[in-house]
């Protein structure tokens, strides 16, 4: 099977697990009293889960070449932290197809910026017209969800 093929299931799945991610956090949120307490039980349970896998599939880390990593490379617990508990607050006030598309929306905003610029040690893919039209169509989105 081709291998961007599988990829793209991959990221389906995961945009998937988002969806459900949102209310989930967000029911936790409920019982232990605020957003920030509901993404600290998440992330505790998703790094259990990762310990267990990581003994499961027996990885070890490469902690030389992780300690030549740039500072950026070690900050992204800290924008999934930030994504939890905007989602948990998120939800029970705005429902959770809105959360879920303005996050989108969000991604895709700076994800295009990103590209352009080649931030991050990434590829430089240049903003066109097509890139503009596509984040154009998920903002059209959020309007659309959010009013009918």
Same mark, same amino acid.
């Given at each position: 099977?081709?291998?961007? /093929?599988?990829?793209?299931? @991959?990221?389906? +799945?995961?945009?998937?697990?988002? @969806? %459900? *991610? ?8 409920? @019982? ?8 600290? #039980?998440? /992330?505790?349970? !998703? ?7 990581? #003994?499961?599939? *027996? ?8 300690? &030549?990593?740039?500072?950026? $490379?070690? =900050?992204? &617990? ?8 905007? $989602?948990?607050? !998120? ?14 929306? !969000?991604?895709? %905003? +700076?994800? =295009?910026? %990103? ?5 991050? &040690?990434?590829?430089? *893919?240049?903003?066109?017209? !097509? ?5 154009? +169509?998920?903002?059209? &989105? ?7």
């Amino acid at each position: 099977m081709n291998p961007s /093929f599988l990829a793209m299931i @991959a990221v389906v +799945l995961g945009g998937a697990a988002t @969806a %459900l *991610q949102a209310p989930t956090n967000a029911k936790m949120m409920g @019982a232990v009293g605020s957003p920030v307490n509901a993404a600290f #039980v998440s /992330f505790a349970v !998703g790094t259990a889960a990762l310990g267990i896998l990581a #003994v499961m599939m *027996q990885t070890k880390p490469d902690i030389a070449a992780a300690r &030549g990593l740039p500072w950026y $490379a070690w =900050v992204g &617990g800290l924008y999934g932290a930030t994504f939890v508990v905007a $989602a948990a607050w !998120g939800v029970p006030r705005l429902g959770v197809a809105t959360t879920i598309i303005l996050m989108v929306a !969000g991604q895709l %905003l +700076l994800s =295009v910026v %990103l590209d352009h610029f080649g931030a991050l &040690g990434m590829p430089k *893919q240049p903003i066109s017209w !097509g890139r503009v039209a596509g984040v154009g +169509l998920v903002l059209a &989105g959020v309007l659309m969800v959010r009013r009918f």
